[in-house]
């Protein structure tokens, strides 16, 4: 009888064991996200509500810091150029990466090849990338003047003039983010059923039928996750801009990255720069809400 309560003590002891060891498992991992990632979000929420000054708190000052965001012309229009930035950024990458992936998805002798050379751009640092285009971009001893001057034209003005300034700017995030954008739509293209095409073909529809009535319908929801994935990511961009150009000429490149950058660090305004990056962050988050429900979308189909 003891024997039996005994083995049955043990037994709910090891049940015991076995419910909490999944807990015990993701506890570190669960501390260093609690460490990372929400702390510094309640400490940006703190912060945006007090006033500083030489970075010391003076003072509560509730939502003003927000409401100040919507009357500040310089926020606004580092908004705009941001928004600008993207839409331009991700709607050409979108483009070049569905038409590389589209090429690329037939086997050929160098394709292999092909395709690693084509995800280079990616992996290069993105402080690298932008030493490289500012090289490029020079108007005194740069690639683009050097070639003017070759065929008999002068310096060629790219970062001393607003709109070629932002126009390089779009150009440098489309050569490096392209490839992320092939990536994504390649794998998406690889993992369609064959057979809808197959019967296409034996019916005798031609590419352009095929491509329209078939592979974009079917690559609508990979494609949908993509440019949402890279639009948050080309929200936060600031390595490139801020080595490229740093916001100039003018503000005609001030992103929302350097323009908090510069409010933190340049003028001192803490509170107000913590406002301004967790407004920005929201609509980031709310980006992200919406690719998980594309990612669900596509798991589903």
């Not at 991700?90 to 090849?113: P, T």
Request: glycine share 8%; charged share 15%; hydrophobic share 55%.
């Amino acid at each position: 009888m003891h024997g039996a309560a005994q083995a049955r003590k043990y037994r709910l002891q090891g049940a015991g064991l076995d419910l909490a060891l999944p807990y015990l498992m993701l506890a570190p991992g669960l501390t260093i996200v609690l460490g990372v990632l929400v702390y510094p979000l309640w400490d940006g929420l703190r912060a945006s509500t007090k006033a500083y000054r030489y970075g010391s708190p003076v003072g509560d000052i509730g939502l003003q810091n927000y409401v100040r965001l919507w009357s500040d012309v310089q926020f606004l229009n580092s908004l705009w150029v941001t928004v600008k930035f993207v839409a331009l950024s991700v709607s050409f990458e979108a483009v070049l990466g569905f038409a590389l992936a589209l090429f690329c998805l037939r086997e050929f002798q160098g394709i292999r090849l092909l395709r690693t050379v084509l995800i280079i751009p990616m992996v290069v640092t993105p402080v690298v990338v932008a030493i490289v285009f500012r090289l490029i971009y020079a108007s005194d001893a740069g690639m683009l003047t050097a070639l003017s001057q070759a065929m008999g034209g002068g310096a060629v003005q790219i970062l001393g003039n607003p709109v070629n300034a932002f126009v390089g700017l779009v150009v440098l995030d489309v050569w490096e983010w392209t490839p992320l954008m092939f990536l994504i739509l390649l794998a998406g293209l690889q993992s369609l059923p064959h057979e809808p095409f197959e019967a296409a073909r034996v019916d005798g529809a031609g590419a352009w039928r095929v491509f329209a009535d078939l592979t974009f319908p079917m690559m609508r929801p990979v494609l949908a996750v993509a440019i949402v994935l890279r639009t948050i990511d080309a929200f936060g961009t600031f390595d490139q801009v801020f080595v490229l150009t740093r916001g100039g000429p003018g503000e005609a490149t001030r992103l929302i990255s350097i323009y908090g950058y510069d409010t933190a660090f340049k003028f001192q305004q803490t509170g107000y720069a913590a406002a301004l990056f967790v407004t920005i962050g929201l609509v980031v988050l709310a980006l992200a809400f919406s690719a998980i429900r594309l990612l669900r979308r596509v798991d589903a189909s």
